[in-house]
């Protein structure tokens, strides 16, 4: 979860403890709960408005029926806090509108230091993951060397840029716009996106300028590129933006920072415009669609599981995950230090492991752990491996003392490092065959797809689950061909077997109490 939000998290879970256990809620609990609520959102800075629309909606709704007669009250208000969240995020994801017929414009536009030039170019990555072929243009011609930061971004992500005039000062970024669209056609680029110029403060020259490109292109989408952390100013600024040149929707930056981002809240509600993407990170692949309820269920601790499934499915080879789940239900093979490696690489490939880890549900008690977690941890236990023979990757068990020591020498670490890294080998390899044979993780019970916790025996089939054969030899080869079919559709990124309902399994979700020593 963006460090933004951690504080608030923090606070809304504190203010849930004091419900729970509670078979009824009073009047007195109701208005101590919407108390703790409004404090807690008015430190993580959220526009007074917002926040007296939101406590205002909650309370009305806990006093319903829906409560009353809930067999859990404290769920029942947590789920109204969830949904309200949703509302003042703005409610649906808003995605972008492409052109029905020649290049689709997009036009960014915001202060100086929101990081408009960097996110043009995350832009344009995103788009070209989208099989879109996107052309970034230089129109930001005041900024000492914007026009060459936009060039070596545009290398960086592989994006052509546009850009005529050498800026410093020189030039007309009205004609540069119009010419793009030009030369968008001419070289049949799909999406144009146009980088203009800010201004440390909101004044008449720059909007004046931002109003005529828009005019000059007539883009499809404008987008106003705030900075997340500058607080209540990003909502001030917002609707000066939307008064002075208008726009369709709001992309947020630096969600990763530490400030309190309650601005983040505000805005959707306060200018009625959505918030569309955000940045939350350096690398250029840290950019994506802004989903409200995936940020509520994030603000709340529920987890992100769509967003970790959807970046699983990016960075894993569908066909190695296959063997890996083989190897560890028992039918193809062994699982080795080698597999543990690929599948480790394949994880590192979806960022930082800290962010993957923010995703899961109930992380928020992990949090100090997670921010002390060192991510050159990995780096080491590559080392590791690496300086380990084949065989003794292949077979962990013979690495006695004397191979230890070398292999620390080799690697630079410690003796203990390596006697820590085979030790958790052989815990992580147990509690994943758990789960791939359906034996469910230690602490994990009752998540469907992933054992159900029948504890150390065997589990129970459950009666009516099990689709029955046809004792029709063609019907049972048809059904199982659709079976196969399924399968395929449905593969688990994560490499093991069989489909999981992944939004009942984050619902579910409860992990080892002894979790926190994977991440020391």
């Not at 029905?100 to 788009?127: C, E, F, N, R, Y």
């Not at 883009?219 to 208008?246: C, H, K």
């Not at 990757?393 to 003392?401: L, S």
Request: hydrophobic share 40%.
């Amino acid at each position: 979860m963006p460090d933004l939000f951690a504080t608030l998290s923090d606070r809304l879970a504190d203010t849930f403890k004091n419900l729970r256990g509670k078979g009824r809620l009073s009047e007195a609990d109701i208005d101590a709960t919407a108390r703790e609520i409004r404090i807690a959102l008015l430190e993580a800075d959220v526009a007074l408005p917002v926040v007296k629309e939101f406590v205002g909606a909650v309370k009305e709704r806990a006093r319903g029926e829906e409560v009353s007669g809930a067999l859990n009250p404290a769920q029942q208000i947590i789920k109204i806090v969830n949904e309200e969240l949703v509302t003042i995020l703005g409610g649906e994801t808003r995605r972008l509108r492409f052109a029905k017929s020649g290049p689709t414009v997009i036009m960014l536009a915001g202060l100086q230091g929101a990081g408009k030039t960097t996110l043009a170019a995350k832009l344009a990555l995103w788009l070209k993951e989208q099989d879109k072929t996107p052309l970034l243009v230089a129109c930001d011609l005041q900024r000492p060397n914007a026009v060459n930061q936009l060039q070596v971004n545009g290398e960086r992500v592989g994006v052509p840029v546009f850009a005529p005039e050498p800026g410093n000062g020189v030039g007309n970024p009205v004609s540069v716009a119009q010419a793009s669209i030009e030369e968008a056609r001419r070289k049949l680029y799909d999406v144009v996106i146009v980088d203009t110029a800010g201004r440390l403060g909101v004044d008449a020259e720059m909007m004046q300028q931002a109003s005529d490109i828009r005019d000059a292109v007539t883009p499809d989408e404008v987008l106003f590129v705030v900075d997340a952390m500058i607080g209540q100013d990003a909502v001030n600024t917002a609707l000066a933006f939307q008064e002075g040149v208008g726009y369709d929707g709001v992309v947020l930056t630096k969600l990763d920072g530490d400030a309190r981002g309650g601005a983040a809240l505000s805005i959707a509600s306060i200018t009625g415009k959505p918030v569309m993407f955000a940045s939350a990170g350096e690398k250029m692949t840290d950019f994506d669609l802004f989903h409200p309820d995936r940020m509520a269920s994030r603000i709340l601790d529920m987890g992100d599981m769509l967003t970790l499934i959807e970046q699983a499915e990016k960075a894993f080879d569908q066909d190695e995950a296959l063997k890996a789940a083989e190897k560890l239900t028992g039918k193809g093979g062994d699982f080795t230090l080698t597999d543990f490696l690929a599948q480790m690489q394949q994880i590192r490939k979806m960022g930082s492991l800290t962010k993957i880890m923010g995703m899961l549900p109930g992380m928020g008690q992990f949090r100090e752990q997670l921010d002390n977690f060192d991510e050159r941890e990995i780096d080491r236990i590559q080392a590791i491996i690496y300086s380990m023979t084949p065989g003794e990757r292949e077979n962990p068990k013979m690495i006695d003392g004397s191979r230890r020591l070398r292999i620390s020498k080799g690697s630079g670490t410690q003796v203990s490092d390596v006697n820590t890294l085979v030790d958790r080998f052989f815990e992580a390899k147990k509690m994943m065959q758990q789960m791939a044979r359906g034996g469910g993780m230690p602490g994990m019970p009752g998540v469907p797809g992933m054992g159900g916790g029948a504890g150390k025996g065997k589990q129970k089939p459950q009666k009516g689950k099990k689709k029955r054969v046809s004792g029709n030899p063609a019907k049972a080869a048809q059904q199982k061909k659709e079976l196969e079919e399924k399968s395929k559709a449905g593969g688990n990124p994560f490499g093991t077997p069989g489909g999981i309902d992944y939004e009942t399994a984050a619902e579910n979700l409860e992990l080892p109490k002894d979790f926190s020593k994977f991440l020391k």
